[in-house]
């Protein structure tokens, strides 16, 4: 520590010369080579050092996981909820994902199993310049990715303050970074539903885009399966399931390549490029019809749409599935969240125009560069037919405190003014009878400039990011 401090006076001395940031980026880029820290061959987009998030905050977030993993499964044992949820909307990919659902359910899930690998993203809100909680930005239910980075990124921050090589405010106290163990916690997510499955003969097929560029993460998540629970992980795109995929119309076993598929590991599907014709469709309902566990169905995909967001925020929706205890703790992690049908739609509209800058408008897609704010938004509201409008929701935006940070990207280090959204793994297995498996599986902060509207680490917008807990 007495080293530390003599550092931190010496930078303190001498300025935050080129000199010492040419040392970090060194220390940085070596790291990153030595560890895998690694997204299309080159270093992924880091922050030098890691963020002040006040403890209390950070734990409350944390602590709605297990009830959102507990909420999402719920869900889509309601066919009814669902069904009526998304009945309006007419994206032309929501609905290619209700028929495929419809039709399963009409000729009978060949499994009861789930897995669920869930994200919660949040951003904290001030006001006043204080924070105020930290609210949902959405639940992604499938392709949640990052997890084995973002375990990355917490041991590089830590090594970092450990060495005394963090020139900042930022105190030397390596315990103030929580663990996060998110890369080992989704592979026991896996390894939990490959058992559950029932033959260890069997392999995890993880569902990859032609052309994959985050390699790194994915492959990480390969070996630590087989490292830690020694089950086999193979790569396959749609595309492949749809010229060699084959299932038994007896047993409903799904195989490719003469290898029997425990678990469906989608780290594509989520987008309508990674359907570019009618064989990747056929390919995703006969993964589907199958007694394959699949992460996610049909089901748990749909019950991240954005839409069912919104109606999980209408008055006592969520006492459908929860306890009002549950409910109640819940319901604090939403902010304001409106539809677009419905008789007060013109009252919605109207109130967006009049204020733009206090909300977004959301569709059903994931991914980022979808968001619709200010002027864009209102003429959109203005010119939108009343079926494209209920492809979409209204969301209060959430207005983040923003703070200095320094960024390492391809190789040069960008001055930020920055705000920071924070993901909570969830991780949740079901063997058809009961709950085996529902923990808190670790974080992901991401990083970005206050001036960025959308987009995240892999559009090249966000860089990876760990927390460094404060008690004020």
């Known amino acids: 520590k007495r080293q530390y401090q003599r550092r931190v006076r010496g930078a303190k001395a001498m300025g935050d010369t080129s000199k010492h940031l040419n040392f970090l980026i060194q220390e940085t880029e070596a790291y990153a080579r030595a560890h895998g820290l690694v997204l299309a061959g080159k270093t992924v987009p880091v922050t030098l050092f890691p963020s002040k998030i006040p403890r209390t905050l950070f734990e409350k977030a944390r602590s709605y996981t297990t009830v959102f993993s507990e909420l999402v499964h719920l869900i889509c044992k309601d066919k009814e909820f669902l069904t009526k949820a998304l009945q309006s909307v007419a994206d032309p990919f929501t609905r290619s994902l209700l028929k495929i659902y419809k039709q399963v359910n009409e000729e009978g899930k060949a499994t009861t199993a789930e897995l669920g690998i869930h994200r919660s993203d949040y951003m904290m809100h001030y006001d006043d310049g204080q924070p105020v909680a930290y609210y949902q930005v959405e639940l992604n239910t499938i392709s949640s990715s990052f997890g084995c980075l973002s375990s990355v990124t917490s041991k590089y921050h830590k090594y970092m303050i450990e060495r005394g090589f963090i020139f900042s405010d930022i105190p030397h106290d390596p315990s103030a970074l929580p663990q996060n163990n998110a890369g080992d916690n989704i592979a026991l997510g896996l390894s939990t539903a490959h058992k559950v499955y029932g033959n260890t003969k069997a392999v995890v097929v993880m569902l990859v885009l032609p052309g994959e560029n985050n390699t790194t993460d994915q492959r990480m998540l390969e070996y630590k399966l087989w490292e830690n629970h020694k089950i086999a992980l193979i790569r396959r795109t749609l595309t492949d399931f749809g010229e060699r995929g084959k299932l038994d119309s007896t047993s409903k076993v799904l195989t490719i390549d003469n290898h029997e598929v425990s678990v469906a590991y989608y780290r594509s599907g989520y987008d309508p490029n990674h359907y570019p014709t009618s064989k990747e469709w056929d390919a995703r309902l006969l993964i589907e019809r199958s007694k394959a566990i699949k992460c996610p169905d049909i089901a748990y995909h749909l019950a991240g749409t954005k839409k069912v967001q919104q109606v999980l925020a209408e008055k006592d929706v969520l006492e459908r599935f929860l306890d009002q205890k549950q409910a109640v703790f819940l319901r604090q992690s939403f902010t304001g969240l409106y539809s677009l049908e419905g008789p007060n739609v013109e009252q919605v509209i109207a109130m967006v125009v009049e204020k733009p800058e206090n909300y977004v408008m959301k569709p059903q897609r994931e991914g980022g560069g979808h968001l619709l704010y200010g002027d864009k ?45 924070l993901g909570a793994f969830g991780i949740f297995v079901y063997d058809g009878n009961k709950v085996v498996l529902n ?4 974080i992901l902060l991401r990083t970005k400039s206050a001036t960025k509207e959308d987009g995240g680490v892999y559009s090249g917008v966000a860089a990876l990011d760990s927390p460094f807990l404060v008690d004020h």
């Open 377 to 421: 938004m209102t003429q959109e509201l203005k010119r939108m037919s009343k079926e494209e409008l209920a492809d979409y929701i209204i969301m209060e935006r959430i207005k983040p405190k923003h703070f200095d940070t320094k960024v390492l990207r391809d190789g040069e280090v960008q001055d930020m003014k920055a705000v920071y959204e």
């Open 439 to 442: 923990i808190d599986g670790g």
